[in-house]
């Protein structure tokens, strides 16, 4: 799967179920941030994630679906 296309995925299931552990797991994999996630998390992890590494951004796919 294209990396642009797991990172839309990843963003969107990240917005809609923001306390989810996933989600957390998400935001701390890419940002290195833990706690809540909130809107600002988000539009952090919008900015950020087209710069993770192939690997991280497999590895937070996998843990969405």
């Not at 994999?29 to 539009?43: A, E």
């Not at 087209?50 to 843990?63: E, F, G, R, T, V």
Request: proline share 0%; charged share 30%.
């Amino acid at each position: 799967m294209e990396k642009d296309k797991m990172a839309r995925e990843i963003i969107s299931f990240v917005s809609d179920n923001k306390q989810s552990y996933a989600s957390r797991a998400v935001c701390g994999r890419i940002l290195g941030q833990t706690g809540d996630v909130d809107n600002s998390t988000v539009m952090q992890l919008k900015s950020a994630i087209n710069n993770a590494d192939d690997n991280d951004l497999q590895s937070c796919y996998d843990l969405i679906k």
